[in-house]
């Protein structure tokens, strides 16, 4: 995609949504909170994690509170999430590290998060993207797809994606870019069914085997 183009997509995205956000729900400005849902969402959806946070974050809003309710406690709110077992395992024991090392906060550097039990270089960037304004670009398979079949930034691995992104994606669109690439995939550049004739970058995009009619339902 050339450097016109993709100032272009990345206009009109923001134009259709000003100030994309996560769907991840968590309370007004508590980044361990936030921290805690994105390592919860792995291979998981949002819509599943924040069914099984509400509760939990009325109840827990800081690491040591965690630390009390404990492994077997936070399982009794989790064990509808995928994989609940050893996402419980590692939230007790980042809250611990981050309570004996960081004073109960979490650290503003990428660096440090990616040694975190359960946290990745994906979870990482978007801690530092959400919470503290970072120029990061967190890939999941939604973005990793979208990066690829759009040609804004080919890539065999999601690092390859991420490099790309960093590299081509201008300003002043980096802070909200990868919020709009997850909605846009999830939403509109779909795995099975990509919905090209509603996409409003349909034109920019260069993928061959665009979807340009609406597929006709049973009923019609």
Request: aromatic content about 8%.
């Amino acid at each position: 995609m050339k450097k016109a183009d993709i100032f272009e997509f990345f206009r009109r995205l923001a134009e259709a949504n000003p100030d994309p956000v996560t769907e991840l729900e968590y309370g007004r400005d508590n980044v361990y909170q936030l921290l805690v849902a994105v390592v919860l969402s792995a291979q998981s959806t949002d819509v599943g994690v924040n069914k099984a946070t509400r509760a939990l974050f009325r109840e827990v809003t800081k690491p040591d509170q965690m630390i009390e309710l404990g492994e077997e406690g936070l399982k009794e709110h989790i064990k509808t999430i995928g994989l609940f077992n050893s996402k419980a395992k590692n939230v007790i024991a980042l809250s611990e590290i981050l309570v004996r090392d960081y004073g109960g906060e979490v650290p503003a550097d990428r660096d440090a998060l990616v040694t975190l039990p359960g946290v990745g270089r994906k979870t990482a960037n978007v801690v530092m993207n959400s919470a503290f304004g970072a120029e990061t670009f967190a890939v999941d398979t939604h973005i990793f797809r979208v990066g690829n079949r759009t040609g804004l930034a080919k890539g065999k691995t999601p690092l390859a994606v991420e490099l790309g992104l960093e590299k081509k994606v201008p300003q002043p669109f980096r802070i909200g870019a990868h919020h709009w690439l997850i909605l846009h995939g999830r939403y509109i550049c779909k795995a099975r069914t990509p919905e090209c004739w509603r996409c409003p970058v349909v034109d920019l995009c260069s993928f061959k085997a665009k979807v340009l009619e609406k597929p006709k339902s049973r009923a019609d």
